[in-house]
């Protein structure tokens, strides 16, 4: 159940693409509340697989190919609508690539991911709840004020220009989390990786 969830994921995304790119503001203000239920199905798929003691590597795997695709994807699309700088999604996605792809040889030595910081900080920043919440929320909030804002401007609605500075707002609250997060991987992990190669 978790799986089919998270897979699930995919198509909904897409369906919430078609919405933005439409001309008609209502369905681009329906995207909005859309891709709150987006980011709330990965919270479910999550809860489903521990409480139904379905947690597995598949399902693990799966949840994070899921989640860099939906961050990816809207980072481009807004991008792309012009709402936010061609930088973002850039930033984001090749400090996504260079972190995943750090982190992904860590299990072959026998190290979790989360064990390549050394530094008080750089566990703090890249493993503490508080961040990774922090985070997820300032991302989701960003994607919602941008297809909020969007949906507005189409409608020519009086709130749309304070909605869209919102939105830039925490969109850049977001962006800079997202490498501030970043970095400690990018710093620590090389130097953890190579002790591993001499032990």
């Known amino acids: 159940m978790a799986n089919k969830i998270t897979l699930a994921r995919i ?25 709150l239920l987006l980011i709330l199905m990965d919270t479910l798929d999550g809860y489903l ?25 809207l980072w481009v699309v807004f991008a792309h609508l012009g709402l936010i700088p061609i930088y973002f999604p850039l930033l984001v996605i090749v400090r996504g690539t260079f972190v995943d792809t750090i982190r992904s040889v860590a299990p072959a030595r026998g190290i979790t991911p989360f064990k390549l910081m050394r ?33 507005l401007h189409t409608a020519g609605h009086s709130w749309a220009d304070g909605v ?3 939105a830039q707002i925490v969109a850049w609250v977001a962006l800079v989390i997202c490498v501030v997060r970043g970095l400690p991987v990018l710093i620590e992990a090389p130097k953890v990786l190579r002790e591993s190669e001499t032990a």
């Open 11 to 35: 198509p909904f995304l897409a369906l919430i693409i078609l919405l933005l790119y439409t001309d008609s503001a209502t369905t681009r203000l329906v995207a909005a509340p859309l891709i």
């Open 49 to 73: 697989a521990r409480s139904r003691g379905e947690a597995s590597l598949l399902g693990s795997v799966l949840d994070i190919a899921a989640d860099r695709t939906v961050e990816y994807v």
């Open 119 to 151: 530094t008080d900080l750089g566990r703090f920043l890249v493993g503490s709840p508080w961040m990774r919440t922090t985070y997820g929320v300032a991302k989701a909030t960003a994607f919602i004020l941008l297809a909020l804002g969007w949906g």
């Open 164 to 166: 869209a500075l919102a």
